[in-house]
């Protein structure tokens, strides 16, 4: 039995009209979104009271849900659900494997709290609580805004957060190098397998995974090594920048080094594919040499600083050997060490005229 209904089609492109009707002496209300129907109960008792309630109160703010579209809206999954989603999709990557436990540490930061609960300001407090440097924090940064990400797209949020948040920039360290004095020794103290990865390093300046990742056949006979792959815990890779894959100079007896080592591996330094595997060794020839400690990567900035310091090549011609993604990176990380005392002009160097006395008798000239 039909009592009352109140509609929702009084204006022009409205959403839909809503009704109240008897069921098991119970107070139902029949209402329409975008032409289909839906049904629900009030849970209250056919009374006039309760009738009066329905038509005053529960149908106006049905109807207005309708209009704003809240009716639509989904119902809030974890911040889990969607980070294992954001896990899954991204599974089939090379690069996944170095970096899927920085995302679980995010997933199971935020776990079961509803996405929609989340606020930037959340967000931003866990990214300056990790206790690392701000270009670290990076990857975890990448990984929130994608998992918000998927849930703008399944349209339970409309917004995301985590859009064009910014840290804290932070004071650089200064860049560990080697000078020559110390590379004679290192190289002179290393045997064996770290002697023709230090040979290859402080001569090419490589990163750790493009030596690991060498074969033989990359020492070409035009005088290069023809970098083509990284190699990082059992993951191949075609190179940190698009600039990676390229060639750089190698001298003969690198080579001779690299063949002492007898591997039959398809890569020249065998099992070993990550840093951490070469530890013991760089330690070794550290303390045999009474070189001061530097992580391994330092290979890489003394070859780049001394390039610089002795004008072997200019900025540009080291970010090509480096495989940077452009000058403005070198810049970036060796403008520090790049002294004016490298910069000879002569004692007479004046780009106009030669003192201020000159430059007067010359305005005094032109005059008359």
């Not at 940064?141 to 804290?168: Q, W």
């Not at 090549?313 to 050997?321: M, T």
């Not at 495989?323 to 780009?351: C, M, R, W």
């Amino acid at each position: 039995m039909l009592l009352h209904s109140v509609s929702a089609t009084t204006q022009k492109g409205s959403k839909g009209m809503a009704k109240c009707y008897i069921r098991d002496k119970k107070i139902w209300i029949v209402y329409y979104v975008d032409k289909i129907r839906h049904r629900k109960s009030t849970g209250l008792d056919n009374t006039p009271k309760n009738i009066k309630l329905v038509e005053k109160e529960f149908i106006p703010q049905l109807m207005i849900k309708i209009a704003t579209g809240d009716i639509y809206k989904k119902k809030p999954k974890t911040f889990e659900y969607y980070g294992n989603i954001f896990l899954n999709q991204k599974d089939s990557l090379k690069s996944f494997l170095n970096k899927r436990s920085y995302f679980e540490r995010v997933i199971k930061y935020f776990g079961s709290k509803d996405i929609d609960k989340i606020t930037r300001l959340d967000i931003k407090e866990y990214l300056l609580s990790l206790n690392m440097k701000t270009v670290s924090k990076s990857t975890y940064k990448s990984c929130v805004k994608e998992i918000f990400e998927l849930a703008v797209d399944d349209g339970v949020i409309n917004f995301n957060p985590a859009l064009d948040i910014k840290l804290p920039s932070e004071r650089k360290d200064a860049i560990e190098y080697y000078n020559r004095e110390e590379v004679f020794k290192l190289l002179n103290s290393a045997t064996g397998i770290i002697k023709a990865y230090l040979e290859i390093a402080f001569n090419t300046g490589m990163r750790v995974g493009e030596i690991l990742g060498l074969q033989l056949a990359d020492f070409k006979d035009d005088g290069f090594i023809h970098i083509k792959r990284t190699r990082t815990k059992g993951v191949i890779g075609n190179g940190k920048t698009a600039n990676a894959i390229r060639k750089v100079p190698y001298q003969p007896y690198m080579l001779e080094e690299v063949k002492k080592i007898h591997s039959n591996h398809i890569f020249i330094f065998g099992n070993i594919d990550d840093a951490s595997l070469l530890r013991s060794q760089w330690k070794r020839v550290l303390k045999d040499s009474g070189v001061p400690y530097h992580k391994l990567y330092s290979t890489r900035h003394t070859f780049a600083t001394l390039m610089l310091q002795e004008n072997i090549v200019s900025i540009n011609e080291l970010a090509g050997l480096l495989g940077h993604s452009s000058p403005k990176v070198t810049l970036e990380h060796y403008a520090s060490v790049i002294q004016s005392k490298n910069i000879d002009l002569g004692v007479n160097f004046s780009l106009f005229c030669h003192d201020m006395d000159t430059m007067k008798n010359e305005t005094i000239k032109k005059a008359l």
